[in-house]
């Protein structure tokens, strides 16, 4: 959509999200030359969530879904600078490109888009898990993880995992102002990692932290499970807290 962009990937620093932060409301004008992020499977609550954050912080967003009338529908209940297309469309046109569907469809997804997101930072925050009736679960994944897995799939992206422990109910809480979570955030790549720390720091209440190469997501992506459970015992949205940092 923006051939600008890829330009820009060129160099991390150009996209660096620490540029000011708008205040969260009211939301104020965007430049144009603000960095866009752009949210496969757009239209889940988790898409939107961080979608709805992310924009309120002053970025540029835009929804991606396999029906882009949806992505509009989703894009038109968002504060902020937020609109909707399909994924590739979504792909093109991001800087960085956060994988928000489910784990089901995390595979056919991103072989579709691999030439979209060539060159892209992919920020991927899919939880591999079963549910029956003891809970939740992580399921096993034979490249590691959904991390991982993208990282095969995209070899030309630069994949990062991060925002798995994120609940979107308080990031769609308009009540919420502040997500008070730690972000782990793991990459090889540590201009990248740095990127993705610093648009979580974006959101207010939220903390990024290097959390390890790649190698480490399928532990961070299972500890997904152990959250539910907590939420579940203590009727809570839980985050984490790293100590000591
Ligand atoms: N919910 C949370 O609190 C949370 C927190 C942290 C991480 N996550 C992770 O974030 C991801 C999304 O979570 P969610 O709760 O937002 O999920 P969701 O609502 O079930 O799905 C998100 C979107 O993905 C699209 N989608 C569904 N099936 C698909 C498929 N087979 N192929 C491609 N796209 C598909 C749908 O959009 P369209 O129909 O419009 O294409 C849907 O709106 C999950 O992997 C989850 O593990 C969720």
Not at 65 to 70: H, I, L, N, Q
Not at 74 to 91: F, H, I, K, Q, R
Not at 104 to 109: C, I, K, P
Not at 176 to 201: I, W
Request: net charge negative.
């Amino acid at each position: 959509m923006n051939g600008c962009q890829d330009d820009r990937m060129s160099d991390p620093a150009a996209v660096d999200p620490t540029t000011p932060v708008a205040p969260a409301t009211p939301v104020a004008p965007v430049a144009p030359a603000t960095p866009v992020v752009a949210v496969l499977g757009g239209t889940g609550e988790q898409g939107r969530g961080l979608a709805r954050r992310l924009a309120m912080s002053g970025l540029r967003v835009v929804l991606g879904s396999r029906d882009p009338a949806r992505a509009v529908a989703a894009a038109a209940g968002l504060p902020g600078e937020v609109s909707g297309t399909d994924n590739a469309g979504a792909a093109t046109a991001g800087a960085l490109v956060v994988v928000a569907v489910p784990w089901t469809g995390h595979r056919e997804l991103l072989l579709s888009l691999a030439d979209e997101l060539s060159g892209k930072i992919v920020i991927d925050c899919v939880n591999p898990l079963g549910f029956d009736k003891q809970g939740a679960y992580a399921l096993p994944v034979p490249e590691g993880s959904a991390a991982e897995q993208a990282q095969v799939l995209l070899p030309a992206s630069r994949v990062v995992a991060a925002f798995h422990h994120v609940s979107a109910v308080l990031l769609l809480d308009e009540t919420v102002d502040t997500v008070d979570t730690d972000v782990l955030v793991l990459g090889d790549d540590r201009a990248v990692t740095d990127l993705v720390q610093a648009l979580a720091d974006r959101i207010p209440g939220m903390r990024g932290i290097y959390g390890g190469r790649l190698r480490n997501a399928h532990q961070v992506e299972a500890l997904t499970a152990n959250l539910i459970s907590v939420n579940h015992r203590y009727r809570a949205h839980a985050g984490l807290r790293v100590t000591d940092v």
